[in-house]
């Protein structure tokens, strides 16, 4: 937990449900939205998150009416 950039306190919560999903592995990233007090993402906004010495992955928040059903 100490590796987190802002922990989050349901951290150990997520990460035991996902894990009942997903086979997690060391390194995987788990993007649980924005910390308090950096606000809100909004379309055109774009999050990036990786491991020193891997390429970076990048995501573009689009419009909600653009969303896949």
């Known amino acids: 937990m100490s590796e987190f950039a802002f922990p989050p306190p349901a951290a150990p919560h997520i990460i035991a449900e996902l894990s009942t999903l997903y086979q997690l592995k060391p390194g995987d990233l ?40």
Do not use: H, W
């Open 30 to 69: 788990i993007f649980t939205g924005t910390p308090a007090g950096v606000g809100p993402v909004k379309p055109g906004d774009r999050l990036e998150g990786g491991i020193e010495g891997l390429e970076a992955l990048r995501n573009t928040i689009a419009p909600a009416d653009r969303v896949p059903a």
